[in-house]
């Protein structure tokens, strides 16, 4: 046993040894060879004790950062998972890796995209090439739902059991993620009338960092994150994690099955639905509400103050299907490229006051449809969020006369 | 202070032997005489004191019911509620009393009318008096809330505090009463083309009866029922009554000005608020979905699977007012007479699984306005209720060709 202590004890040191190299300028294929043949497989407790015990050393939290993805590289291969718990369906893991694996995908279009690019003329215009990328960003941007879910859910834990390093340094990598997604985006803005020479200068400067940040996250999260937190919390920590994971929403997916642990077993799904809703003018249970709304001859889709899609009905015959995988998108992110201003331009315009709905009706398929956009604002008339009112006009634009007798139409 | 007592003792006593001389057949204006000459005015936790001795005594709870309003009637004048304390606005009391009186006033009306009836020929026909009756007897239907509210919030009360006969006789009375109503709907149901000697007969056989006991259970409360109670309960058992009120409804009135005792004085009423309605679709905080609700371009009534009135929504151009005292009333005594058939075959249809909508269309006012009924089924297709959608159309009806961009109607 102390055998084994030391053994790790060895490999910690040596790991902040190799560590403190790349830090100092050291060739990563170099570390990575010594890495290797020096130790065998890695457990992934110790590369978060090594770089836990250099911050206390006082390497800067900065430092770590700055090098967190050569860790990455260099343990590449190195890292030994074999022994990680298994992840039931559902769990929090296994969604957070359900959502890594979607990410996965869609890298793939957007790497497919990039070598799209690189056959054309480089004098050609890249309009088209700038329209998709940014429509594919437009999902990426749903990866700040899983960064939302591990900061506010799982990083507390973490720190909870007094593991403080990993979450800091990854919550600074979300950031630099956060940052080059804004700047790419800024880039789509300003990205007018650009050829395909300019648009693969974009890729390298900016698109590919990006994409390689997500990456190397999806890296870290599978071969030490996950399987740390699997070892450290108790199953009351993730119970408490996935009851709260609904109010972030999910990234690119949506879990159906809930994982329930042992002792949560009697529980029932349904047990607050007989407490009543309580408004000024009456009060609904938790299944009539919901089932009214989904009754309502009209779809609703509701974004909150922050501009995140908090709610949309789920009638039988909705017009425009909506994802559970939307909850908790920013709303300009779920509009194609070509309409982002104008639901910008909608929303200012209900925050500042000076509008308070907007209409759009159209032809579909021989049906005619009126989409509203109606600012919601509470008793203080303080804006807190928009709700659109889509429906189909036929059947009401046909009728004529009255009916003021009970008739029914089928 | 024994003497207070004995004194006391004395006029329970003399109490107990009245109210059996009126059991064995005693004229209730001598016994009335005989009381006040005896005794002064009579505290009124003495006469619940009486029965209740006279209950343990053995005498039959059917007895004390029959003879219960005789009682009433012998201590009329005699009851001596002075030192009752004083019930501050908003209070559950408070509230009782504020339907008591919306009670009285609608009752004055009945009298009315039957006074108005006894002035006309007698072989006329009395369709437009069975008509006027019905609609004021659908609006004295709104006493079961009242009725309810007291057998729920109230008598469990008194029972914790061993108060166990007048809540067993008052129940009695109250479903004596509700026994009256139903077969003055009997008749109404049955009175075609009755002439003004049946409606005299109706009057004086179940009409005026039914009002009676209503009148004479409004007596007991004010004399009796509330005093005892405002003596009895705590802060505490008065505001969890209130809080509960909402979901009963009220009869008549609704008390926009609600109590809160000096311990609940920091309780905010938004202490909930930020807790989110989880539904299967996303969820809102209450204050956003109350808020959207109201927002939409449609006006919403709810009735549950009981045929109760439970939520209309709140907008600012709603088409069909709606007063809060409806909360809780049966659909049934919504309506006018004449559409009431339409109400039950529409509800029938709806919980028979036979239909699922029923439709409607009129002008009004030049404004074509549409209202629809939805059946509202949960998701194991179980009705659980109604939604009245109602909405005007003019705007949908007057639109031509398309709108793809955004353009603001003001």
Known sequence: MSELINNSRNRVNELKKLILELHNGKNVQETSDKLKEAMGSVPYGEVVQAEEELIKDGLERDEILKFC????????????????????????????????KELEKL???IKHLFAEASTRLESESADDLIFKTRGLFNSLMDIEKHYLRKENLVFPYMEKYNITGPPMVMWGKHDETRSFLKSSFSLFDDAVNVNVQSYLDFVDMMFNPTIKAIEEMI?????????M????????????????S?????????????????????????????????????????????????TLPVDITFVDKDDKVRFFSNGKSRIFARPKAVLGRQVQFCHPPSSVHIVNQIVDDFKSGKQDSAKFWINMRGKFIHIAYYAV????????????????LDEYRNLTGERRILQYDN
């Not at 990455?72 to 030994?80: F, I, M, P, R, V």
């Not at 890296?219 to 399987?227: D, T």
């Open 69 to 100: 993805d050569l860790h990455s590289e260099a343990l590449k291969g190195s890292l030994d998972t074999t022994h990680a718990k298994q992840v039931p369906e559902g769990h929090p893991v296994d969604v957070f890796k359900c959502e890594n």
């Open 107 to 109: 890298i793939h279009q």
């Open 219 to 227: 890296y870290k999260e599978e071969n030490i994150l996950f399987p």
């Open 229 to 244: 937190c699997m070892d450290t919390f108790t199953e009351i920590d993730w119970y408490e994690i996935l009851k709260q």
């Open 246 to 294: 609904e109010d972030f929403g999910y990234c690119l997916c949506y879990p159906e099955t809930k994982w329930k642990p042992a002792f949560a077993e009697g529980e029932s799904a349904s047990v607050d639905s007989s407490e009543r809703i309580r408004f000024e003018t009456g009060s609904f249970t938790r299944e009539e509400l919901e089932s009214v709304i989904n």
């Open 377 to 392: 604002r509470n008793s203080a008339n303080e804006y807190i969020g928009t709700v659109e009112v889509s429906q189909e």
